[in-house]
């Protein structure tokens, strides 16, 4: 099993294997919802950006898992901004009106509502790990743990506290269980809230 940080451009053939995961994996994500130009174009934007890191694990030289880490949450969101045109045009052109309704939801920070101020503070100043997905076959094996635990072990000098949002009991289980991560709060979705989970490093 290897993990590295991406750096470069990547293949295509790796864009495949990303795009498979993210689509089977994180089906409810707003990525996973966007055309294979966009999609690209996304994963092109995060790899040049100084405030996001796109992690892969990979074994017999096949991508079988990544993670999406922003600097701070506010990060994501300035990435999706700036091809935000894109993003509406493929969720208007497919018809999926629940992820358009979070994507207003969240570009609105109503999904913020539920939070103390201290909460926000600390959900803020935090790296966020935004997205994780680890392929079907590759579930339940320690692959996750061992991925985690190597990218929150390089995030040491960027913040005190990592923050990760969840929407399952089975995912929140694994976090606290195998991560130490706490509960921080809830977070709006439609139709279900999220669970905000914190952790310090």
């Not at 795009?19 to 990525?31: G, H, P, Q, R, V």
């Not at 990979?58 to 600097?71: F, L, P």
């Not at 969101?77 to 497919?94: G, H, R, S, T, V």
């Amino acid at each position: 099993m290897i993990i590295t940080k991406v750096n470069n451009k990547i293949k295509q053939v790796q864009v495949k294997q990303l795009t498979k995961i993210i689509k089977s994996e994180n089906s409810n994500a707003i990525i996973s919802f966007l055309s294979a130009k966009n999609l690209n174009l996304f994963l092109e934007k995060t790899i040049l950006s100084k405030k996001l890191d796109l992690f892969i694990v990979k074994k017999n030289n096949q991508i079988i898992g990544y993670s999406i880490i922003a600097k701070r949450k506010k990060y994501l969101k300035l990435a999706f901004n700036k091809i935000i045109i894109n993003f509406l045009f493929d969720l208007i052109l497919n018809l999926k009106i629940k992820a358009l309704i979070n994507s207003l939801i969240s570009y609105l920070n109503f999904d913020l509502l539920f939070l103390s101020n201290n909460e926000k503070k600390k959900l803020n100043n935090s790296v966020n790990l935004n997205m994780l997905a680890i392929h079907n076959n590759y579930q339940s094996k320690g692959i996750g743990e061992k991925f985690l635990k190597h990218i929150i072990s390089k995030q040491k000098k960027t913040a005190n506290y990592i923050t990760c949002e969840t929407q399952n009991e089975r995912s929140e289980n694994f976090y606290k269980s195998k991560l130490g991560f706490k509960k921080l709060g809830r977070l709006i979705r439609y139709p279900n809230l999220m669970t905000i989970l914190i952790k310090k490093i």
